[in-house]
């Protein structure tokens, strides 16, 4: 299985994680949130995998532009699941799915080095 990069590609993290797979010769396929939304199931693997609170991105932009009473329903995995799959950029990116069931949250080039 090839890696899926799941993110937005004009977020900046999105293109370094790309530049840096492509740098060094990891194909992968990427999932644009914005034209192919958030798989429900994928976002479940990765609440199992990485736990609601490193998933939600709460320090962006997005996050700050919701209603505060959307925010204040943000109390557990069950309101961050919703949260996340009606605004996709509420996600920490880029999330990768590496295979055997290895997922990672973000770019750390250090972390993705030693992936195997």
């Not at 479940?44 to 998933?55: F, I, N, R, S, T």
Request: hydrophobic residues 45%.
């Amino acid at each position: 299985m090839i890696p899926v990069l799941y993110g937005i590609p004009n977020c900046d993290t999105v293109k370094k994680a790309r530049a840096w797979l492509a740098e060094h010769g990891i194909e992968h396929r990427f999932h644009d949130f914005k034209k192919a939304g958030v798989p429900a199931a994928g976002l479940d693997a990765w609440l199992a995998a990485v736990g609601w609170e490193a998933l939600l991105n709460r320090r962006g932009t997005a996050w700050r532009a919701l209603p505060d009473d959307v925010k204040q329903g943000v109390l557990d995995a069950a309101g961050a699941r919703a949260v996340m799959l009606a605004h996709a950029s509420t996600i920490k990116r880029p999330v990768v799915e590496w295979g055997q069931g290895r997922i990672t949250v973000g770019f750390d080039p250090s972390a993705w080095s030693s992936r195997g």
